[in-house]
């Protein structure tokens, strides 16, 4: 096998693919209209599929943020219960 040069072997990658083009297109079984609804229909669902992903995702966290915020409550409410329970003591004793 003989050395080629990247020109060549460029020249051949982009024959290859226009070869390759041509005989897809000669052999698709749907015509270029039909082809390019089908792509439309492909791309409106994975937007929709992007968009419920998207709404579903910032439900999840805003129902985390809720969580974690009633979290820090109860620790705010416990920190603060037990200071007070210490001032009690400390004034008892």
Do not use: C
């Not at 070869?19 to 079984?29: N, Q, R, S, W």
């Not at 001032?87 to 008892?92: D, M, N, P, S, V």
């Amino acid at each position: 096998m003989g050395h080629f040069s990247k020109r060549q072997m460029a020249g051949f990658f982009v024959t290859g693919a226009a070869v390759g083009a041509a005989v897809a297109l000669l052999y698709a079984p749907k015509s270029g209209a039909q082809t390019r609804k089908d792509i439309r229909k492909f791309s409106k669902r994975t937007v929709d599929q992007i968009d419920d992903l998207q709404s579903d995702l910032r439900e999840q966290i805003s129902d985390g943020y809720e969580q974690v915020m009633v979290m820090i409550d109860n620790v705010k409410e416990y920190v603060e219960d037990g200071k007070n329970r210490l001032q009690k003591l400390i004034r008892t004793a």
